[in-house]
């Protein structure tokens, strides 16, 4: 046994003896069973103190390599036997039994979801996209010439962590227009707005948390937070949002890490929470000392009524984190959204992005930049909403005319994608998909934005925007038959589904 000190070496004498040890263990100089010599005795033999010796020992027993045998010493400890590890590679590696349990992974319910939806014949009011057909293609294919002849170079290298400099001044301006005076520096791009409440929740989220959430809210949310190991608690709303008395309530029973709200064309109910509450809720925050996370991927998108500020326009504690994308606008395609928030945060979210994606495609923020400074916004933005407007009311139109035989009811949106659409108590959800998806028809189940899923049996959530405007009134048709078979009592037909699986569609 070849054991050389370096006595000058500023690293510990025990320290030393154990790593030697533990590289001759696996290199197999030592071999599997084999006795070292008793402490003493290695003591003498490096010329040593005993106690070092003792504390080397220790150090490779914790590590699993040593283990003492009485009337046997000190031994190299015997791993599992060579013919049961042989035996075990033979079989293919489990990897669910490898996942971590606690890590809150949903099931592919979106992914499949979409896939059904996206099906041959199907017209599907399920998805959260815009109608891709409105994007501006023409005016982006000729932004992205001049950058490939003025700026090709940049197009292709890193940008930093925090974004695009001048993007992130452009959607600051964009902002300030809309009464949200914040510096640039305060604004971090982000690959969509969804990567930031990933961050949001693993920058404040510890297994066991509580999270405030509005009920119904957010699919996607819920399953960040779960994923984090937090609980989350719906608060019920009504007309003007989330319920301020139940709030109140809330906040002092739970303790939560924050509250997270989409105060304006609500997914999935379509509400828009009121001046007079959206104050109340910062003021009873404020006093609790709560942050509140503002998701509005859909405030631009208003068909009528007066714009209302948004919670970060109101806020002066500096208490809200402000989440919004171009996804919904734009293009799901694009992944970019932003965060706007305080500096200490900002440095937290960039330190995350680093360990993440690094950055945000270069080439698709300089071609946003481009787009937003030489003025397209504004005029594609009321393009889209008078289009939009116009599906949401043939979707309207195309319900009121199935009421009768369908009483089905819903409260008409000011904006947004979405109407929330009220199912008859008697109508059994589980048949109501089922025949759905025979009929060539696709919807998302309220139940998916509930926290403990409660009124499953109660809504739909119908995307209006993505829909073509010729396929509307056939697709509620559509949607009348599978709920007319569904309150006649007929069962539900699950025999493409084995073991009676619920479909999802």
């Known amino acids: 046994m070849d054991l050389r000190l370096k006595r000058h070496s500023g690293v510990p004498v025990y320290l030393q003896i154990s790593s030697a040890l533990r590289e001759q263990i696996l290199s197999g100089m030592l071999r599997e069973g084999q006795s070292l010599p008793p402490e003493r ?61 606690s890590s809150g992974i949903p099931e592919s319910f979106f992914s499949e979801m979409l896939s059904r939806a996206n099906r041959e014949g199907t017209i599907s009011f399920a998805s959260g996209f815009p109608d891709p057909d409105y994007f501006p293609r023409e005016i982006m294919e000729d932004i992205q010439k001049n950058l490939h002849r003025e700026n090709a170079r940049k197009l292709y290298l890193p940008s930093p962590v925090e974004g695009y400099a001048p993007l992130r001044e452009s959607i600051a301006a964009l902002l300030g227009h809309r009464g949200m005076h914040v510096p640039s520096r305060n604004v971090m791009i982000l690959s969509g707005s969804q990567q930031g409440l990933d961050y949001v929740a693993r920058s404040f989220l510890s297994p066991g948390d509580v999270v405030l959430t509005e009920e119904p809210t957010f699919f996607g949310a819920l399953e960040i937070f779960r994923a984090a190991g937090a609980r989350v608690v719906g608060i019920p709303m009504d007309e003007e949002g989330i319920r301020r008395d139940l709030l109140e309530g809330a906040i002092r029973r739970h303790n939560p890490r924050f509250l997270y709200l989409l105060p304006t064309f609500q997914n999935p109910s379509g509400i828009t929470m009121s001046l007079e509450r959206r104050r109340e809720v910062l003021e009873i925050a404020g006093t609790s000392g709560i942050p509140l996370v503002e998701d509005d991927p859909y405030g631009e998108l208003r068909y009528e009524g007066n714009r209302l500020p948004s919670l970060k326009a109101l806020d002066l ?15 799901l395609g694009l992944r970019v959204g932003w965060v706007v928030a305080p500096s200490l945060v900002i440095e937290r979210f960039s330190r995350l992005k680093q360990i993440t994606d690094l950055h945000v495609n270069t080439a698709v923020q300089m071609l946003l930049d481009a787009f937003l400074r030489q003025g397209h916004y504004e005029e594609y933005l009321s393009r889209i909403c008078r289009g939009y407007r116009e599906k949401r009311d043939l979707l309207e139109k195309s319900l009121r005319r199935h009421a009768r035989e369908i009483p089905w009811s819903w409260k008409t949106p000011e904006g947004g994608f979405y109407v929330w659409c009220r199912l008859p108590e008697e109508l059994s959800l589980r ?15 309220g139940g998916a ?53 619920e479909p999802l569609v």
Not at 60 to 72: N, T
Not at 455 to 462: H, P
């Open 41 to 101: 005795e290695m003591a003498h033999r490096l010329g040593v103190n005993r106690s070092t010796v003792v504390k080397a020992y220790q150090e490779l027993k914790a590590q699993g390599f040593l283990h003492a045998r009485v009337g046997r010493g000190t031994e190299v400890k015997i791993w599992e036997s060579r013919e049961k590890e042989a035996s075990v590679r033979e079989e293919p590696l489990d990897w669910r039994s490898l996942f971590n349990a």
């Open 317 to 331: 504690r500096d208490s809200v984190i402000y989440l919004s994308s171009f996804s919904k606008v734009l293009s």
């Open 431 to 445: 048949s109501f998909l089922s025949r759905g998806a025979l009929q060539g028809v696709a919807f998302f189940p």
């Open 449 to 501: 934005f509930y926290p403990d899923e409660a009124g499953r049996e109660k809504y739909i959530r119908l995307n209006f925007a993505h829909t073509a405007l010729d396929r509307i009134e056939e697709g509620v048709a559509r949607l009348a038959r599978a709920a007319g078979e569904s309150l006649k009592g007929h069962a539900p037909f699950l025999e493409e589904h084995p073991g009676g699986q």
